[in-house]
């Protein structure tokens, strides 16, 4: 068993390293966010959604701009898509599980908010209908995936893209990716003076 858990471990940091050394996915991601910012500047919000492991990020992800990641500042708009359970079994009972993400967006959608769609296959067929529908209300798209996207790139705005094939890697990787996306938005929204630490600081939570 100690073998499976070095084993396991040296197969995450061959991916975070792979993630480390990807200038391109880095200028995606940062484009991202700092769209992301100029939607909130503008009064507009971030909404999010996956399932699975991926719902669980959209969720921890909203948190942080909520609540917060290192350091006190002002909340930040961001909702998760997956956590009211009377939309979800409703949309899921009345429409179809494929539905319950694009349902949301269409109540809740304004042109220049930004929906960040996570499926480390990229083929969620609930998320790429909140893809599709985000992009004709003039929503921007971001994507978090793997290796290849799936069907995610050509609905998404940015896709950032983890070389990894393996989905529990992926997650590894978006968890990550997630936390910087939101240094980047904060920084870009607050202005990077008012982050004075080098290094993230730890709250417990």
Do not use: W
């Amino acid at each position: 068993m100690n073998n499976l858990v070095r084993e396991q471990l040296g197969d995450t940091l061959a991916v975070l390293r792979a993630v480390e050394a990807d200038a391109a996915l880095h200028a995606t991601l940062a484009a991202a966010a700092e769209a992301t910012a100029r939607a909130m500047k503008a009064g507009r919000k971030l909404m999010v959604a996956g399932n699975g492991g991926s719902a669980a990020d959209a969720q921890h992800l909203a948190a942080e701009f909520v609540s917060r990641l290192c350091e006190d500042r002002p909340a930040m708009r961001a909702i998760a898509l997956t956590t009211d359970t009377s939309i979800l079994t409703a949309v899921g009972n009345d429409y179809g599980y494929e539905h319950v993400f694009v349902r949301q967006v269409e109540a809740l959608g304004q042109a220049g908010d930004v929906f960040m769609g996570i499926s480390t296959s990229g083929n969620s067929p609930n998320v790429l209908r909140a893809l599709e529908l985000s992009r004709r209300l003039g929503i921007t798209t971001i994507g978090l995936s793997g290796r290849t996207g799936g069907k995610m790139p050509s609905l998404c705005d940015y896709c950032i893209r983890v070389p990894s094939d393996v989905t529990m890697h992926i997650q590894e990787a978006h968890l990550a990716l997630e936390h910087i996306f939101c240094m980047i938005v904060e920084r870009s929204y607050f202005g990077p003076e008012r982050f004075t630490a080098t290094k993230a600081t730890a709250h417990a939570r």
